[in-house]
């Protein structure tokens, strides 16, 4: 407990988000803390707190306002921020996170209002230690890290980039249970090629295009070397890199220190346990699908990887596995003649004479030829390709399939390759649908069906609680895949083929403990976090996973 002498006092204390309480300080507190006069005299309680806060909340006129009102309650009492969210968490967590943190970020240097986090921009790089020595608390478990060139679906935004490791380690505290405290976002500002940003008068970001090439990936090294140094126990999470550079990062780095890539390893996560609960409602095995992904990018590699180990893990051989994928980007099937792919594309290359009939006269083949071709029975967007999921596609595909997979996953809303009112109707109620952004249950033949939003959110604050619980050094392949599996064991599909195939959000927080334990005990078999029974481990996760209330300073006043 916080002893009365190390706490700061009247106006430092209510100015400090982590230990202020606001009206809820009690009168013991008050007079020995220098508080009185400073706060109306009623004590209020935390509860109290958060029904008057979500009042002020109602009266925003939109979202973005709501989202704001929301980052100055951080900002100003972290506590009560907290308490709000868990307390209408299925209404605020589009508002904190997506898909409204995409408008916060293109209003960042508008909306900016007090210091959050850390800005490393190019011009200070000889610099790095010392701006990490800098940062507003000593100990950190967890550091979410920008470039800001790839945001969402709304591409780059520069420094305002930065709504995103902000909003993404709001739900590592409120769903994971990581302290607020010990979370630390992060952007790397190499400028923008954003010329909207450039542009704008107010725009808070270095004012220079995108440092690219050698020298940006020199940069990226200064700054991974100065969190060895400084913070070599920390989980780093890359957050929104381009495709060209958030693969060869995480490369590079996973086997130096506690990291990983959220858009390449949650994303994958997230989709492979919204398959396993849609493929049991189908009652076709994971190993007997065949995949149709739309996307080829860092976030869609990186879902075939996973659904391929798990493929391995049912029984097929690498060989088997990779010819039930059928990739297309946005030059149209990847094949074994193209001469413009990565090497972890060309892994999905399907063999050109396997396909060769295929392609009638044109250069490439398109999605709605792949539909036709295959027994398409799952499909899988990562694309930000709008509208991409057409209706004679989803017609072609559901002509085959009875109950047909559908996950349109881009977001924002703006970018999603179907609705789910669209794809509902098209396949006469029949799709299994996951999306990447929020949508309302479908009303369709008498009953509302729900839809499942498979987005990360249901894996990284579960991988922040497993692996500080655990105690974990590194992040390795057969943790993501635990950790989506775990998730698949909670779709409430496997009870009820009506429901959705993901948890309800309200439920997050228990489903998060259960992934982290999963996530604990792979840890511990790859050997990257010391052993422990099962039980030890589940006190553990249950001891890490703070939960929002108010520290009682009473006893360190009188102490």
Wanted: aromatic share 6%; net charge neutral.
């Amino acid at each position: 407990m916080t002893r009365h002498a190390e706490l700061p006092r009247g106006m430092d204390l209510l100015n400090c988000q982590g230990l202020n309480k606001g009206t809820a300080f009690t009168d013991a507190e008050r007079a020995a803390l220098g508080l009185q006069g400073l706060l109306p005299p009623h004590v209020e309680t935390l509860d109290e707190q958060s029904v008057r806060a979500y009042e002020a909340y109602q009266r925003k006129g939109d979202d973005l306002e709501r989202h704001v009102y929301l980052r100055a309650l951080q900002d100003t009492n972290e506590v009560l921020f907290y308490r709000l969210l868990l307390d209408h968490i299925e209404e605020m967590t589009p508002i904190v996170y997506t898909p409204v943190v995409g408008q916060a970020c293109q209003q960042f240097s508008h909306i900016y209002r007090r210091p959050r986090g850390l800005f490393i921009s190019y011009p200070l790089r000889d610099s790095i230690p010392a701006l990490l020595r800098a940062r507003p608390n000593r100990d950190i478990d967890v550091i979410v890290v920008t470039d800001g060139e790839r945001i969402l679906g709304i591409g780059d935004q520069g420094v305002g980039g930065l709504g995103i490791p902000i909003g993404k380690l709001a739900l590592y505290s409120l769903i994971g249970g990581i302290r607020p405290e010990r979370t630390l976002p992060i952007v790397l500002d190499v400028g923008t090629n954003n010329t909207e940003r450039l542009k704008d008068p107010e725009y808070l970001g270095w004012r220079h295009e995108r440092v690219t090439g050698q020298a940006y990936f020199d940069f990226v090294d200064q700054f991974v070397q100065a969190v060895k140094q400084e913070l070599p126990t920390t989980c780093l999470h890359w957050e929104d890199f381009a495709t060209p550079h958030a693969r060869p990062i995480l490369d590079r780095y996973r086997d130096q220190l506690l990291t990983y890539n959220d858009d390449i390893q949650s994303t994958a996560a997230v989709a492979l346990g919204a398959v396993l609960g849609a493929v049991k409602v189908t009652g076709t095995p994971l190993k007997e699908q065949q995949i149709v992904m739309l996307g080829a990018g860092s976030a869609g590699i990186g879902v075939a990887d996973l659904l391929r180990a798990a493929m391995r893990d049912a029984g097929l051989s690498d060989e088997e596995a990779r010819r039930r994928f059928w990739i297309v980007d946005k030059d149209g099937l990847l094949h074994s003649a193209r001469t413009d792919l990565t090497p972890e594309q060309r892994v999905y290359a399907q063999p050109r004479e396997r396909v060769a009939a295929w392609f009638s006269g044109r250069n490439g083949i398109a999605l709605a030829d792949v539909v036709a071709k295959t027994e398409a029975s799952v499909l899988i967007g990562l694309s930000t390709a709008r509208g991409a999921f057409t209706e004679p596609i989803v017609r072609e595909m559901a002509r085959k399939v009875t109950r047909p997979i559908i996950f349109p996953l881009s977001n924002p809303t703006s970018k999603s390759e179907a609705t789910a009112d669209d794809l509902i109707r098209w396949t006469d109620g029949r799709a299994l649908v996951a999306t990447g952004s929020p949508f309302a249950p479908v009303a369709y033949g008498g009953r509302d069906i729900p839809i499942a939003q498979s987005n990360n959110v249901y894996i990284f604050p579960a991988m922040g609680l497993g692996i500080v619980a655990a105690g974990a050094r590194r992040v390795t392949d057969a943790m993501i895949l635990a950790a989506g599996r775990a998730l698949g064991e909670k779709s409430p599909a496997l009870a009820d083929p009506s429901a959705s195939l993901l948890p309800r959000v309200r439920d997050l927080r228990d489903v998060a403990a259960h992934i982290a334990i999963a996530i604990g005990r792979q840890a511990q078999r790859d050997g990257v976090a010391p052993q422990t029974s099962d039980a030890e481990l589940r006190e553990l996760v249950a001891a890490t996973q703070w939960t929002p209330a108010y520290p009682s300073f009473a006893l360190s006043v009188v102490a």
